[in-house]
């Protein structure tokens, strides 16, 4: 990915309040890692201007990569209203993958189409472990898709989603990374230096991180 792209889509994000940093009230994740950084990229929609950023940043990714699909698919909920703002723009069909199948109807994951012997190009808005991403790749791949990409608009780059992405053959691209989020965020006086590096400290090796800093 360009570093332009890289540092738009950073500042879009930023802008909008979707990444906030905490280093002295950390939030607890689901998975119950504490962390001193958040991102919620459901914000996006709601700013016309930084939600194109990210859309053409998409675009962007799939020229320079010279990705071929034939579909493109969010997984729910999050990277729904993404996948398909692209797919719109791209001029292509567009499907979505469910966490889990329905409990009635066709009691399916995906939604919106056929998909066999069909490219699917996913689209997260978040990455952190990779499982959500790689449960939805399976259930295309259930359903007889090719799924060989995954983009999303910014990843925590745990080497654990690394591993998983390697294993599951899908290649990762994402639009921005926390390390230009974080030099973006600290020249423009979002933190200070110190608080900066408790947070950079957080990236390095965040599973200790709180007991580190006495939040555990």
């Given at each position: 990915m360009s570093t332009r792209t890289q540092e738009a889509v950073a500042k879009a994000l930023i802008e909008i309040g979707a990444v906030g940093f905490s280093p002295e009230a950390p939030i607890t994740f689901k998975s119950g890692l504490i962390s001193p950084v958040y991102v919620d990229n459901r914000r996006l929609p709601y700013h016309p201007e930084q939600?194109?950023?990210?859309?053409q940043g998409f675009a962007d990714v799939i020229t320079?990569?010279?990705l071929a699909y034939d579909?493109?698919?969010?997984?729910?909920?999050?990277g729904v209203p993404h996948s398909s703002a692209l797919a719109y723009e791209m001029q292509k069909p567009s499907i979505f993958v469910r966490k889990?199948?329905?409990?009635?109807?066709?009691?399916?994951?995906?939604?919106?189409?056929?998909?066999?012997?069909?490219?699917v190009l996913l689209v997260e808005d978040?990455?952190?472990?990779?499982?959500?991403?790689?449960?939805?790749?399976?259930?295309l791949r259930?359903?007889?898709?090719?799924?060989?990409?995954l983009v999303a608009i910014v990843s925590y780059e745990f080497s654990a989603s690394k591993t998983a992405f390697e294993d599951a053959h899908v290649q990762f691209h994402g639009l921005t990374n926390f390390a230009t989020i974080l030099a973006i965020a600290e020249a423009d006086g979002i933190f200070t230096a110190e608080q900066g590096a408790v947070i950079q400290d957080?990236?390095?090796?965040?599973?200790?991180?709180?007991?580190?800093?006495?939040?555990?």
């Open positions: 939600w194109h950023t990210v859309i320079e990569k010279a579909v493109i698919g969010g997984i729910a909920v999050g889990e199948a329905k409990e009635h109807g066709k009691k399916q994951r995906v939604e919106g189409g056929e998909v066999a012997q069909k490219t978040l990455v952190t472990t990779g499982g959500s991403s790689l449960s939805g790749v399976d259930a259930d359903e007889g898709a090719i799924v060989t990409d957080w990236f390095d090796a965040p599973e200790t991180w709180a007991e580190r800093h006495g939040f555990a």
